[in-house]
């Protein structure tokens, strides 16, 4: 190899735990029944009225790489977290101030899935982000544009069992798909971005 969106999780997951940006802590289900869940796949809409403070230990998301892109754009990625409540947030800023920041929650990696992916902008200003953590097993990423090109991402090293990559692209290209290969290069595990990619064009037109 050279950030919350998490829409293409594969497998339904429980939402155990609320965190209230208001109050800063996370919150439980009570025995009333406080917290409502949504049915489908990924994270949850919640709804809640009754609901009490539980204690949980929450590990902290710390800087694990930053660089500087084109046109000056200063990114930085975090990282951290426990195995199936996992953070990871990409950060872009230049010398207006911060551009944005996303990214991805959830379990380490989706069920099988070796990659998990992140994209996002400021579709104002400013790049647009593609973040992935991967299995160990891929040891090279890079993406591919519908123009049949392709780059290879920033190489963010290992934490916590897991490899990082990180890649700014300008907001107009159109993606098709990203590519992971292991050390011998052979394809292991391919993300279909054409998803994201119409949501964003979409986003931009607004």
Sequence with gaps: MSPVDTSQAGEPIDVMFVYCLRCGVLLA????????????????????????PTAVTRQ??????????????????????????????LRT????????????????????????????????????????RCDLSVRNLSVRYEDGSEQVMVDCGEVDGLRFGVLLVAPETQLRE???????????????????DASWHRRRAQ
């Design 60 to 89: 902290p998301e710390r800087v694990i790489a930053e660089g500087v892109a084109d046109n000056q754009v200063r990114w930085t990625l975090s990282t951290g977290g426990v195995d199936e409540r996992y953070g990871t947030t």
């Design 29 to 52: 289900p009570t025995t009333a029944g406080g917290i409502g869940l949504g049915s489908g796949t990924g994270p949850q809409a919640v709804a809640f009225a009754d609901v009490e």
């Design 93 to 132: 800023e230049d010398s207006a101030g911060v551009i944005d920041g996303g990214g991805m929650g959830g379990p380490k990696l989706w069920g099988s899935n070796l990659m998990n992916v992140y994209t996002g902008a400021n579709p104002d200003r400013g790049p647009r982000g593609i973040v992935v």
């Design 178 to 196: 990203l590519v992971g290969a292991d050390q011998d290069g052979a394809v292991i595990e391919r993300f279909d971005l054409r998803g994201h």
